[in-house]
C-alpha cells in the first residue's frame, strides 16, 4: 500500500504511522451525565468494510497529520488530505 502525501508525493506505507478512526469527535461535556459518550468516544469503533477515513501521521516524512479515505476491502486509496487546515 502506498499513500500520496500532499506535501511529499506518493510514499511507501512504512513511512507512516497509523492513528486512528478519523470519523469520532470528542464529546464536549466533561459531566458525569456524558460518560457513556466518553466511553463511546474512548473505547468504542465501528469495523466498516468499504471506504472508512482514518487518521495517518507521516512519520518519516514531513509529520503532517493526514486524513485518508481508505476502502477496508481492498486497501485502494480512495483519498488523502491534510488533518487540518494550514497543516
Ligand atoms: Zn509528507
Do not use: Q
Request: glycine share 6%; aromatic share 10%.
Amino acid at each position: 500500500m502506498r499513500i500520496k502525501c500532499p506535501y511529499c508525493g506518493e510514499r511507501a506505507l512504512e513511512e507512516f504511522t497509523y492513528r486512528g478512526d478519523a470519523t469520532v469527535t470528542r464529546p464536549e461535556s466533561l459531566d458525569a451525565s456524558a460518560t457513556d459518550a466518553w466511553v463511546d468516544y474512548v473505547y468504542l469503533r465501528d469495523n466498516p468494510a468499504g471506504p472508512h477515513k482514518e487518521h495517518w501521521h507521516h512519520s518519516a516524512g514531513c509529520h503532517a497529520w493526514l486524513v485518508v479515505t481508505r476502502d477496508t476491502r481492498t486497501h485502494e486509496i480512495l483519498a488523502v488530505e491534510f488533518a487540518r487546515e494550514g497543516s
